[in-house]
């Protein structure tokens, strides 16, 4: 079936570093892609999305953008700060039900 | 804009006990879900509602769990009886069409002792 796999955190970098984390996805059809984030003490929060291949998804400093040669969607940011920390959650639409699949997440940790 | 609403925030209870938790997704969206989120792994959907018909229970725990959407509003998730292994956060989302944007809620963490 359908799955995300996202590096293992904690991913700790001083502020002002810049951010990678990556995600590669296994699919069949044309599943939508996103990245969810999870600050201390809220719920998932959308981060991003790209519906199609060679899509950037963007918001907040963050990019992603759907690789379909490589099945991959890394985050990237070029300057972190202290309240990017949080877990960062890959995810993918299928493309026939929508239904959401998860990455098992990665924690950012940045350091003043 | 209210977002989604779950509660209670917390539930402790031990083994073989029943539990009930409470989703009120946001209003005029018509897909709820639930999803169980275990300690470090990402979040598994359990069911997914549209309007107060069933769309996706495909991993949902059966002869323990139970979930209903009456009126197509709000939604109750009941686990009976309780295992040490439903231990986790079980959240709620709603989402309006085309469903690709889902409004999740703080979620319940339930242990079980």
């Known amino acids: 079936g359908d799955s995300v796999t996202q590096m293992e955190g904690p991913v700790t970098l001083s502020e002002e570093a810049f951010l990678t984390i990556n995600c590669t996805y296994t699919?069949?059809?044309?599943?939508?892609l996103f990245w969810y984030v999870q600050y201390p003490g809220e719920g998932l929060q959308l981060l991003l999305k790209?519906?199609?291949?060679?899509d950037k998804g963007s918001n907040k400093g963050f990019e992603a953008t759907y690789r379909k040669e490589t099945t991959s969607f890394h985050l990237e940011k070029g300057s972190v700060q202290v309240s990017d920390s949080a877990v960062y959650f890959c995810?993918?639409?299928?493309?026939?039900?929508?239904?959401?699949?998860f990455g098992s997440g990665t924690r950012l940790l940045v350091r003043p | 804009e209210a977002g989604v609403a779950q509660s209670p925030r917390y539930k402790i209870i031990e083994k073989r006990q029943s539990v009930a938790f409470w989703c009120n997704p946001i209003?005029?969206?018509?897909?709820l879900y639930w999803y169980q989120q275990i300690l470090g792994q990402g979040p598994k959907l359990l069911i997914q509602?549209?309007?107060?018909?069933?769309?996706?229970d495909s991993q949902l725990p059966k002869d323990r769990f139970s979930a209903e959407r009456l009126k197509g509003v709000d939604s109750t998730l009941k686990i009976q009886p309780a295992k040490l292994e439903d231990s986790a956060v079980y959240l709620c989302?709603?989402?309006?069409?085309?469903?690709?944007?889902?409004?999740f809620g703080s979620g319940t963490q339930l242990s079980v002792l």
């Open positions: 989302a709603s989402s309006p069409p085309p469903n690709e944007k889902l409004f």
């Open positions: 699919a069949t059809g044309y599943p939508s």
């Open positions: 790209a519906t199609k291949a060679d």
């Open positions: 995810a993918l639409s299928e493309w026939s039900s929508y239904k959401l699949i």
């Open positions: 209003s005029g969206h018509a897909t």
């Open positions: 509602f549209q309007n107060n018909g069933v769309v996706d």
